[in-house]
């Protein structure tokens, strides 16, 4: 069983619609990451979260620490959101980041 | 702030050739890592380095692949010789403070071995 687990692997949505997308751990961590790799290639770190919520702009990302679990929303989503979306912790002891397999969200106009 | 600056952008070789891959962090950036994306096994951690020191080189698949920082604003990671398995995605990433602190990537090196 993989440390860092996401679902769904695949998503598609219409413009607009409220998106979540969940990843789920086995290991104790220090952080959990999200992050988005566009078509291009490209990664960006989109959070990186502890405890809590964070929002910046129409993401939210939230974590359960007692539950192993977190979540990023997508609200109002756009057909520029499509990407892969990556959750990935920082085991509490270590330096290594590992990484989740990644969903692949595709938006329709 | 320019970000972290990967040369080059796509790499093609041939097998048992020298591949160098380069990396320039974001200035003030203590911490760099070398990540590898394939396929198969999605995204692997290579080597990081904390302070321009290697800490953990743990994930560098086998005595091929080599990486140096020599300085605060420079790194390479070398593969001699090369071969086909390592076609793959190279990511460098920098942070101000290892994984207390989020990541800042390159646009990644293409590298195809033929």
């Known amino acids: 069983k993989n440390e860092v687990e996401q679902s769904p692997q695949n998503l598609t949505a219409q413009e607009g619609e409220f998106i979540t997308i969940n990843c789920s751990y086995s290991?104790?961590?220090?952080?959990l990451h999200w992050l988005q790799q566009h078509p291009g290639g490209g990664i960006v770190s989109l959070f990186m979260l502890s405890s809590g919520k964070k929002k910046h702009g129409r993401l939210i990302a939230t974590i359960n620490i007692q539950e192993k679990h977190s979540s990023l929303h997508i609200t109002a989503s756009h057909p520029r959101d499509s990407a892969v979306y990556i959750c990935?912790?920082?085991?509490?002891?270590?330096?290594?980041?590992?990484f989740g397999a990644g969903t692949i969200l595709r938006v329709k106009s | 702030d320019a970000g972290v600056i990967q040369s080059p952008r796509h790499e093609v070789t041939e097998m048992g050739q020298e591949v160098t891959l380069r990396c320039k962090p974001i200035s003030g950036h203590n911490s760099l890592f070398w990540y590898r994306q394939t396929m198969m096994r999605g995204l692997e951690l290579l080597i990081y380095?904390?302070?321009?020191?290697?800490?953990?080189d743990s994930g560098m698949p086998e005595d091929r692949f080599s990486a140096k920082m020599p300085n605060a604003s420079f790194s390479t990671l070398k593969i001699q010789p090369s071969e086909p398995r390592d076609s793959a995605v190279y990511f460098c990433?920098?942070?101000?403070?290892?994984?207390?602190?989020?990541?800042?990537f390159g646009n990644g090196t293409r590298l195809t071995v033929t």
């Open positions: 990935a912790v920082s085991r509490e002891y270590g330096n290594k980041l590992v």
């Open positions: 290991v104790g961590i220090s952080a």
């Open positions: 990433a920098s942070s101000p403070q290892g994984l207390g602190s989020p990541l800042h």
């Open positions: 380095f904390n302070n321009n020191v290697p800490i953990d």
